[in-house]
């Protein structure tokens, strides 16, 4: 039909022949199939209506005749405007009013085409049509440019959950879409701000309608295009996304690289559910009438933007690797993950199917990057081949490191869950050993595999520091670096979300390994003192081997003590619990000695020397060690390679 044609219209009167007039009418009201894919689905609604005896030839010249009036009034080329006055934020009622007017003007050209083919009235009534549709493409445009504030994603969003304006495109007059009722109906408590935007949407469809409707369907739509997609693009302009190429991310230092992402991040919820779903819920809305014109206006206005927006990642991704880039990859991961329900609910439509596409290979590329990074890392570890002893057998660097970064990792159990489930991330290196520490039961959670992995890459640690152990030259020195270390990596284990990943018989087997490291210190640092000491004090032992007794005592204790001023053990705790195990074993028998056989050294000359060792003094002389202090001429460590290797449990070999 001329009438149902998509292209603007020239304004000029029809032949006025009344066969040249019926052959015109017949084209007029014929459907194109061959017109743009968007209207082409119009068909369904442009069929004519059967005649039916109510049809009467009067009733419609009255239908032309009130149209007539009507649209003649609000003609936008009419002389009585100065500027283009909005019918719908004038008179909403009379805007209604119009839009009946126009159904019953369609009405009747469909009647007088079947029944009276040749009446001049149909040269009118086409140019009545064509001047309407000028005024409701006006009024359509000015609904969508005066109202971008009520009609912000935002605010569009926002409504969707509030607001049910889904009503048939077919209803009556009575019921039209976009009337007062449906306002009341939202509620007391709907503010002004929303009034306006259900009022804006309102109109809009029943403008749209009325336009796909009469045929005029292509200029509705190219119009909404063109705001919508300039309000999606400022949107996301404004939300800091950009379309970086791989060539600008790789380019950027990682404090800018950091920033980029902190901001996309930032961005990615608010742009799929609140600017995507507001487009989607605004389409849905004002196109109701038609399913292929929903999609292909929210395709073209959303699709390059989404597609850009989850393209990011993938180039972050792909872009270099280094161990602390993994935790800007998984919050990445995770972001998409969180959103990818609305993700599959908003581009649910064949046409964005790449949106869903292109999310998904932005998964899968930064699980690979994540995986990846995690064996390099265990890699690191074991390549860590520094001969620089700790001094005083203290935490190793890469205790320290490796510990923060596992406790990181752990943090983010979830994302390695699916991450890990998703590809092939278990340990391929060497069997699990199960002689160290049971694995974590695999049927107690469902982030088994982040249990696992973790606790390998804390074995792979465990190793490492079983050889750094070796390069002390004094053994006693080795145990307290393993009880240190290995009381470090607890510490972190108890204090952080590994706990609840190895398990508590994890944590139980770990501090038996620690205890043992301690007692196997003090065996090898304070043997020599306590065999100084005769088994049982005994009355008949002559003075010269008390003298001797108490000669061997004070030398092997200025010896251990000398030495071991500037050992450490940095946890508090546990140096109390080495020195307390230590002063237990050591000032009792010492005392016992000590009381025994003081009176047979009264009187000797150097009985002051040697009895200044007080059991008193020697609790003091106690407490100042293993706090690391320096003193001249130590010499406990040594960066030689040893022969000796560590009774240790996990042979590292």
């Known amino acids: 039909m001329a009438i149902l044609e998509t292209t603007p219209r020239k304004e000029t009167a029809m032949p006025t022949t009344p066969r040249k007039t019926g052959r015109a009418m017949a084209a007029f009201f014929s459907f194109n199939h061959k017109t743009t894919s968007s209207v082409s689905s119009f068909s369904n609604y442009l069929s004519p209506p059967t005649p039916t005896h109510t049809f009467s030839e009067s009733m419609m010249e009255e239908n032309i005749e009130n149209a007539e009036e009507m649209i003649m009034k609000w003609d936008p080329k009419g002389s009585s405007f100065t500027k283009f006055v909005s019918l719908f934020q004038e008179d909403r009622k009379e805007a209604k009013e119009f839009i009946k007017c126009v159904k ?38 000015q609904i969508l440019s005066a109202n971008r504030e009520h009609l912000n994603p935002e605010s569009v969003s926002s409504r969707s959950s509030r607001l049910s304006l889904t009503e048939s495109s077919n209803s009556d007059d009575e019921n039209e879409a976009g009337s007062d009722e449906q306002i ?8 002004e701000v929303e009034r306006l935007s259900v009022i804006a949407m309102s109109d809009l469809r029943l403008i749209a309608e009325c336009m796909v409707s009469s045929g005029y369907g292509k200029e509705c739509i190219n119009i909404y295009k063109k705001i919508r997609a300039s309000i999606v693009e400022e949107t996301l302009y404004r939300l800091g996304i950009e379309r970086y190429s791989s060539s600008q991310i790789n380019k950027l230092n990682p404090e800018a690289l950091d920033n980029q992402i902190k901001v996309w991040l930032n961005a990615v919820r608010i742009a799929v559910t609140t600017l995507f779903h507001g487009e989607r819920f605004l389409c849905d809305h004002v196109f109701a009438i038609s399913d292929s014109i929903r999609e292909s206006c929210f395709t073209d206005i959303s699709k390059d933007g989404a597609v850009n927006l989850f393209r990011f990642p993938e180039i972050v991704a792909k ?46 590329k930064l699980g690979d990057s994540v995986q990846t990074i995690i064996i390099e890392f265990e890699s690191s570890i074991q390549k860590n081949s520094s001969r620089i002893a700790v001094p005083g057998g203290g935490i190793h660097p890469l205790t320290n490191s490796v510990m923060s970064y596992v406790s990181l990792l752990a943090n983010y159990s979830s994302v390695l869950s699916d991450i890990f489930l998703a590809g092939s991330a278990s340990p391929t290196q060497m ?61 972190n284990v108890r204090t952080t979300n590994l706990k609840i990943l190895l398990g508590d018989h994890w944590v139980a087997k ?80 010492y005392r016992e000695f000590y009381n025994t056989h003081l009176t047979t050294l009264m009187g000797k000359g150097n009985s002051e020397v040697l009895l200044r060792f007080s059991p008193d003094n020697i609790g003091n002389y106690l407490s100042d060690l293993l706090h690391g202090n320096e003193v001249p001429g130590d010499s406990s460590t040594s960066n ?7 009774p240790y449990v996990v042979k590292c070999d």
Request: proline content about 4%; aromatic content about 10%.
């Open 319 to 364: 872009g270099k690797r280094s161990p602390e880039k993994v935790f800007m990859l998984m919050s990445l991961y995770e972001a998409i993950s969180e959103v990818w329900p609305e993700i599959e609910s908003i581009f649910s439509f064949q046409s964005v199917l790449s949106v869903k596409i292109q999310a998904l290979s932005s998964l899968d």
């Open 104 to 141: 019953g003007l369609r009405r009747a050209m469909h009647f007088l085409i079947s029944e009276h083919s040749g009446s001049s009235k149909l040269v009118l009534a086409q140019n009545l049509m064509q001047i309407a549709m000028k005024r409701l493409e006006k009024e359509f445009y």
């Open 640 to 646: 030689s390679q040893t022969s000796r290797c560590l």
């Open 184 to 191: 009341r109906a939202a509620g007391e408590s709907i503010s």
């Open 431 to 491: 069997p699990f050993p199960e002689s160290y520490f049971e694995s974590p039961d695999p049927h107690e959670a469902d982030a088994s595999a982040v249990s696992v992995r973790l606790a390998w890459i804390i074995l792979v640690l465990l190793c490492k520091l079983d050889r750094k152990a070796e390069i002390y030259n004094d053994i006693a020195l080795s145990y307290l670096f393993l009880a240190n270390n290995l009381h470090f990596v607890l510490e």
């Open 510 to 589: 770990l501090e038996r390994k620690v205890k043992l490291y301690a007692q196997n210190y003090e065996s090898m640092a304070w043997n020599k003192v306590f065999s100084c000491l005769p088994e049982k004090s005994q009355a008949t032992i002559s003075p010269d081997m008390v003298m001797t007794h108490f000669q061997q005592f004070k030398t092997a204790f200025e010896a251990a003590y000398n030495k071991q001023i500037s050992w450490m053990v940095p946890d508090a705790k546990l140096r109390d619990e080495i020195k307390v195990s230590i002063a237990r074993k050591l000032v009792p028998a």
